[in-house]
């Protein structure tokens, strides 16, 4: 323990998944800084080699096993580095990594993203704990420590944890607990103070952000959340992502068209449109309905740009409910969309299904035609903006100029545009407008006007 207080300990992470994993990360981060640690860009001057993973589907799996790997050669190249392994991966079955990869220093369940530097502090002391891997009820608050990642414009604020939906395809209940939101002060707190230090734009996330609040069971909600911090006296966005077909209401509605702070961007997914398909899935939700929310939704909100997630090949999506999809896509037109090909997984009902399966060329093959499709509708409506004055948030530089977004673009899923500047301007504030000059299927660049 001596040898660590007087040691700068670095750090090189990498975080793996979802935006609600990065924030995790964030933390982690913030507990290992408050302690006196240093995160490094550089593996080469680490110590620690942090890795935070995901476990959602087999491909994250198989990415966070290949980081493990790479990780545990780093290892090897220099006496003393230590391999943290935390998130969903030790969470969802922690037996099998520690059998997996007895060569990790440490393993962290989600219950100890706040405590990272106390486990780090025994580790090096000889005294590891055995990683407390139990029901996942952790939530942060508004005072936990935490280091912003991402670009300096924009940060993650989660707004509730787990989830209490039943979806047969998905393990996420079984992986982060049932839902547990956050306290509308104590959100509105951290939003002011993530203003404060030059944040333009807030992202909420949450397992389901819709259903925020209903937990509390005190009348908390999110058209409630966002009236309150619609009241804080400054100039920002507000996006919200991951929102579910079952608690988008009509107030959720009213909400989006109201707020003078919330961008009129959608998040939605859908994962399937026929009423079988959506029936085996759980999803509590038929095509009638699907179909009408979405109109309700199209026109409800003004300015609106729509992204949603679809999965082919679940067990028994025949070849009827495949061209329902590819047709409700097409009248749609979805804005932004991603498809993705059905994982099973472990300990969730559609694992458990024998019968109808697809066959993986098949659901790969569905995946690309829906993309492909995807690409032309992209393209047209990129090639639609060529002319217009756009708002921009700032992300990053580029060779000749900066990158950024749109309000209709969310972080690392979404178009990004090229931004060239003037070689005389020295500094920018984080919201610039840009007139667009080219459209390509997932970019757009333009010039600052």
């Not at 002011?192 to 807030?202: A, C, Q, R, S, T």
């Not at 992300?395 to 209709?408: A, F, L, Q, V, Y």
């Amino acid at each position: 323990m001596d040898d660590f207080m007087k040691k700068h300990i670095q750090i090189f992470i990498v975080s793996l998944g979802c935006a609600k994993n990065w924030l995790d990360t964030e933390i982690m981060a913030g507990s290992a800084v408050s302690s006196g640690m240093m995160i490094t860009p550089y593996e080469d001057e680490a110590d620690i080699f942090l890795i935070n993973t995901c476990s959602f589907i087999f491909d994250a799996r198989t990415e966070a096993e290949q980081n493990i790997h790479e990780a545990l050669l780093w290892k090897k190249q220099k006496k003393g580095r230590k391999v943290v392994v935390a998130g969903c991966l030790p969470q969802r079955n922690i037996d099998e990594v520690q059998k997996q990869y007895p060569d990790v220093d440490l393993f962290m369940g989600l219950n100890e993203v706040s405590a990272f530097s106390e486990r780090v502090k025994k580790m090096y002391g000889g005294q590891a704990d055995a990683p407390q891997i139990g029901e996942c009820t952790y939530i942060y608050d508004d005072e936990t420590p935490r280091l912003q990642l991402t670009p300096s414009t924009y940060a993650y604020l989660k707004i509730a944890e787990g989830c209490n939906h039943a979806c047969a395809f998905c393990a996420i209940p079984s992986i982060r607990g049932s839902q547990r939101s956050r306290p509308v002060e104590s959100i509105v707190r951290e939003a002011e103070n993530l203003i404060n230090n030059g944040v333009y734009e807030l992202i909420l996330i949450a397992q389901d952000t819709t259903s925020y609040g209903t937990d509390l069971k005190d009348g908390t909600s999110l058209p409630a959340l966002i009236t309150a911090l619609d009241r804080i006296d400054a100039d920002f966005w507000i996006r919200i992502l991951y929102t579910h077909p079952l608690h988008f209401s009509d107030e959720v509605i009213a909400m989006f068209a109201e707020s003078k702070h919330l961008v009129p961007y959608v998040d939605i997914p859908l994962q399937h449109v026929s009423t079988p398909m959506l029936k085996a899935m759980k999803r509590g939700f038929n095509e009638e309905q699907t179909r009408g929310l979405v109109e309700k939704i199209k026109g409800g909100i003004p300015g609106l740009t729509l992204r949603s997630t679809f999965i082919v090949g679940f067990p028994g999506e025949t070849d009827a409910d495949f061209q329902a999809l590819k047709k409700f896509i097409l009248e749609t037109g979805f804005d932004r969309l991603g498809v993705f090909t059905y994982s099973p997984e472990e300990g969730t009902p559609a694992a458990e299904i024998t019968e109808g399966l697809v066959p993986e060329t098949t659901a790969v093959a569905r995946r690309d035609e829906l993309m492909r499709l995807q690409a032309e509708i992209a393209l047209a409506k990129n090639e639609a903006k060529v002319g217009r004055i756009l708002d921009v948030v700032i992300e990053g530089e580029s060779e000749d100029g900066i990158i950024g977004r749109t309000c209709g673009d969310a972080p690392d899923v979404d178009n990004l545009v090229h931004v060239s500047i003037p070689a005389d301007i020295e500094e920018l504030p984080p919201m610039i407008r840009v007139r667009i000059t080219e459209a390509e299927t997932y970019d757009l660049f333009g010039e600052l006007v």
